[in-house]
């Protein structure tokens, strides 16, 4: 008896928490755009473009239709220090270069995964000093939330995740 209220509170809460969500930024969409071409171009991570405007664009990102505004960032979850994956790149490199450690890269792009194999040319990533992506959809894991194009290509072939410490017994 006590069970269904609560559910039926907790799932209300839970509607209410994610309609409350205020978009900050907006973008019309246009002929021949992507979700990376969008997002490179508006200084907002792949990832972002893909959690909010999830239940709208599909994670391919094959559905986007000239005319229809999407959702760039929500207010206070809104990275807009990114940059765009090139060839070659490692998640060590990009941390390095941005003066970002792994750990907070990793967290603004939970897309990406632990050996960083699965970063492609033309994905925008976040790379602010702090946490500023919003969280996964509810029942949602981030990799079924953004996935790649299907003409991809891997920023490093060879999986090489950067870190030089292959040598290092305790570090393997």
Same mark, same amino acid.
């Given at each position: 008896m ?5 559910v ?15 978009c900050?930024?907006t ?17 907002a ?20 239709s ?31 270069a941005?003066?970002v ?7 603004n ?9 699965n ?28 996935? +790649? +194009? ?5 920023a ?5 995740s ?11």
């Amino acid at each position: 008896m006590f069970f269904k209220p609560v559910v039926s509170f907790t799932v209300l809460l839970a509607v209410q928490i994610v309609a409350a969500q205020t978009c900050s930024r907006t973008y019309t969409v246009q002929e021949g755009d992507t979700c990376d071409s969008i997002s490179a171009a508006n200084q907002a991570s792949t990832y972002q473009v893909a959690v909010v405007n999830y239940g709208n664009v599909d994670p391919q990102c094959d559905n986007l239709s000239p005319g229809e505004t999407i959702c760039l960032g929500f207010a206070g979850e809104d990275c807009q220090t990114t940059y765009v994956v090139q060839l070659g790149d490692t998640c060590d490199g990009i941390s390095s270069a941005h003066g970002v450690n792994t750990t907070i890269l990793y967290l603004n792009n939970p897309q990406i995964n632990e050996d960083c194999s699965n970063i492609y040319v033309g994905e925008v990533l976040c790379t602010a000093s702090s946490v500023e992506v919003p969280p996964a959809p509810g029942g949602s894991s981030s990799p079924t939330v953004v996935q +790649p +194009p299907p003409t991809a290509v891997p920023a490093n072939p060879s999986g090489d995740s950067g870190d030089d410490d292959d040598d290092l017994p305790w570090c393997d």
